[in-house]
């Protein structure tokens, strides 16, 4: 029987190797990032098959499947879980160099402990033990969780969302902390008037109350926000596709929140104004509070339009995009200094032809208030991978200090994802490793391992002020 990956994966020396086991692996997970559903959390779901686990709202994988001409029926379609299961493991031979194969074999062993290869020789007999596995409370999603060694994890909310399930969860302490991010991003929906007055609307029903002008929208906004700070927040994050600052009097924008309630469309020029307000608002609300702001940039959604009206949107059909980056991110982020509000901020880009762009202009914006105030976030989406992972790290020690960053997120909505911290673990560990054999970094093991255990977690629960370093 054919058996990957071995306990030394992606470690190419002795040095590596040590700093992996000894120091790395023994760290519990902070996930800062990730779009679970808080739900499956407080009711302590348990999966019937490996296929709900594994496949269901994973657009990574239906990419492959497409990829290898597999139709959209064992995708997003009405094919049993056993059928669509079948058809992943007719694809994961050829997902090599990919990683979604060395994420799929990972997530065998460290949950299932499973060694043998995903194939279609191996499909059926994998899918009946993971499956009867997952069907027992032993697997179930809180479970799931303490077996990862998660101790903190952040989902991605709505402001319109009532956090009921993260309540539940707070009320019922399982060992997990949970908590809420505030996305806002539908709120800012300016460019589709029909879409922005329905959210308006959805807006109302919550705060209870009228919204006839721009001061009242901003005003139930920061209600929402309120409210997600008294349930624990620490944190928002936004999805654009490029951040960017124009000024704007409160006359203009309210002509334009009138304009846009009315039907009618935006020019670019207004859409932008109070897009920028808005994103203004959030930023000073985050500092008021001592939250984390984060801000997801580059990607091109929804590009097939023919298969977004026919599966919907976030199921794999989104692309990395080339939009002008740094004079927008330098307009927001100074105008927000210049006011002295500026919030602890991660930046994260998906085109890697802003690596060094990003991680010089985030050091632009670090005053001395706290260590790695503003940091250039981990590789994200298409970039998490080996080579992405990789690049991001060695951009960033060559133009920052790595030692302070705040380490990996899954960005995941499967309760199977977190061995993706492992991964970016070992190849953080290589890295080291092979440097300090090459005789590039003093064989200082002890300090070397400290940091690489602040990269893992320390970091990060100093960062949020989530408690003490381990």
């Given at each position: 029987?054919?058996?990957?990956?071995?306990?030394?994966?992606?470690?190419?020396?002795?040095?590596?190797?040590?700093?992996?086991?000894?120091?790395?692996?023994?760290?519990?997970?902070?996930?800062?990032?990730?779009?679970?559903?808080?739900?499956?959390?407080?009711?302590?779901?348990?999966?019937?098959?490996?296929?709900?686990?594994?496949?269901?709202?994973?657009?990574?994988?239906?990419?492959?499947?497409?990829?290898?001409?597999?139709?959209?029926?064992?995708?997003t379609g009405n094919a049993g879980d056993?059928?669509?299961?079948?058809?992943?493991?007719?694809?994961?031979?050829?997902?090599?160099?990919?990683?979604?194969?060395?994420?799929?074999?990972?997530?065998?062993?460290?949950?299932?402990?499973i060694k043998q290869l995903l194939t279609?020789?191996?499909?059926?007999?994998?899918?009946?033990?993971?499956?009867?596995?997952?069907?027992?409370?032993?697997?179930?999603?809180?479970?799931?969780?303490?077996?990862?060694?998660?101790?903190?994890?952040?989902?991605?909310?709505?402001?319109?969302?009532?956090?009921?399930?993260?309540?539940?969860?707070?009320?019922?302490?399982?060992?997990?902390?949970?908590?809420?991010?505030?996305?806002?991003?539908?709120?800012?929906?300016?460019?589709?008037?029909?879409?922005?007055?329905?959210?308006?609307?959805?807006?109302?029903?919550?705060?209870?109350?009228?919204?006839?002008?721009?001061?009242?929208?901003?005003?139930?906004?920061?209600?929402?926000?309120?409210?997600?700070?008294?349930?624990?927040?620490?944190?928002?994050?936004?999805?654009?596709?490029?951040?960017?600052?124009?000024?704007?009097?409160?006359?203009?924008?309210?002509?334009?929140?009138?304009?846009?309630?009315?039907?009618?469309?935006?020019?670019?020029?207004?859409?932008?104004?109070?897009?920028?307000?808005?994103?203004?608002?959030?930023?000073?609300?985050?500092?008021?509070?001592?939250?984390?702001?984060?801000?997801?940039?580059?990607?091109?959604?929804?590009?097939?339009?023919?298969?977004?009206?026919?599966?919907?949107?976030?199921?794999?059909?989104?692309?990395?995009?080339?939009?002008?980056?740094?004079?927008?991110?330098?307009?927001?982020?100074?105008?927000?200094?210049?006011?002295?509000?500026?919030?602890?901020?991660?930046?994260?880009?998906?085109?890697?032809?802003?690596?060094?762009?990003?991680?010089?202009?985030?050091?632009?914006?670090?005053?001395?208030?706290?260590?790695?105030?503003?940091?250039?976030?981990?590789?994200?989406?298409?970039?998490?991978?080996?080579?992405?992972?990789?690049?991001?790290?060695?951009?960033?020690?060559?133009?920052?200090?790595?030692?302070?960053?705040?380490?990996?997120?899954?960005?995941?909505?499967?309760?199977?994802?977190?061995?993706?911290?492992?991964?970016?673990?070992?190849?953080?560990?290589?890295?080291?490793?092979?440097?300090?054999?090459?005789?590039?970094?003093?064989?200082?093991?002890?300090?070397?391992?400290?940091?690489?255990?602040?990269?893992?977690?320390?970091?990060?629960?100093?960062?949020?002020?989530?408690?003490?370093?381990?």
């Amino acid at each position: 029987m054919k058996k990957f990956p071995g306990n030394d994966f992606l470690l190419h020396t002795e040095t590596s190797r040590q700093l992996y086991h000894d120091y790395a692996s023994v760290m519990p997970v902070i996930d800062y990032h990730n779009h679970l559903p808080p739900d499956q959390i407080a009711t302590d779901y348990s999966f019937e098959n490996i296929t709900q686990a594994w496949l269901y709202g994973d657009h990574y994988k239906w990419r492959a499947m497409r990829a290898n001409g597999i139709s959209e029926e064992f995708c997003t379609g009405n094919a049993g879980d056993k059928e669509k299961f079948l058809q992943w493991a007719a694809t994961v031979p050829y997902t090599v160099r990919n990683p979604l194969y060395h994420w799929t074999h990972l997530e065998l062993q460290r949950y299932f402990d499973i060694k043998q290869l995903l194939t279609p020789a191996s499909a059926e007999s994998i899918y009946n033990e993971c499956s009867d596995k997952l069907s027992s409370a032993a697997f179930s999603v809180k479970n799931l969780l303490l077996k990862s060694n998660v101790k903190l994890l952040c989902t991605t909310d709505d402001p319109l969302d009532d956090l009921r399930w993260h309540q539940e969860i707070l009320a019922n302490p399982f060992g997990v902390a949970v908590k809420p991010a505030f996305r806002p991003d539908k709120a800012m929906q300016s460019d589709d008037p029909e879409v922005f007055i329905a959210y308006l609307r959805q807006l109302e029903i919550v705060v209870d109350a009228s919204i006839k002008n721009f001061e009242e929208y901003l005003a139930a906004l920061k209600s929402r926000h309120d409210f997600f700070d008294s349930c624990g927040c620490v944190l928002s994050d936004h999805g654009l596709e490029f951040l960017f600052y124009v000024e704007s009097s409160p006359a203009e924008l309210e002509r334009i929140f009138q304009k846009i309630i009315s039907g009618s469309k935006l020019t670019v020029q207004e859409n932008q104004m109070i897009r920028s307000a808005l994103l203004e608002n959030f930023a000073e609300w985050d500092w008021e509070k001592g939250w984390v702001q984060q801000y997801h940039l580059g990607a091109l959604r929804n590009n097939n339009s023919r298969m977004l009206k026919s599966v919907g949107r976030d199921s794999g059909w989104d692309s990395i995009g080339d939009f002008p980056q740094a004079a927008g991110i330098a307009a927001f982020l100074d105008r927000m200094d210049q006011k002295d509000k500026l919030a602890k901020t991660i930046i994260y880009n998906l085109n890697p032809a802003d690596n060094a762009t990003m991680a010089a202009m985030t050091g632009n914006f670090n005053d001395g208030s706290i260590a790695g105030k503003v940091q250039w976030g981990s590789a994200w989406w298409f970039l998490d991978q080996k080579d992405g992972m990789t690049e991001q790290l060695n951009m960033l020690s060559n133009t920052g200090l790595l030692s302070r960053f705040v380490g990996m997120l899954t960005d995941s909505r499967s309760f199977l994802s977190f061995p993706r911290h492992e991964y970016f673990r070992r190849i953080l560990c290589n890295l080291f490793g092979e440097e300090i054999e090459n005789g590039e970094l003093p064989d200082d093991i002890p300090w070397i391992g400290k940091m690489i255990q602040d990269i893992s977690y320390n970091n990060a629960s100093t960062y949020f002020n989530w408690g003490v370093e381990l």
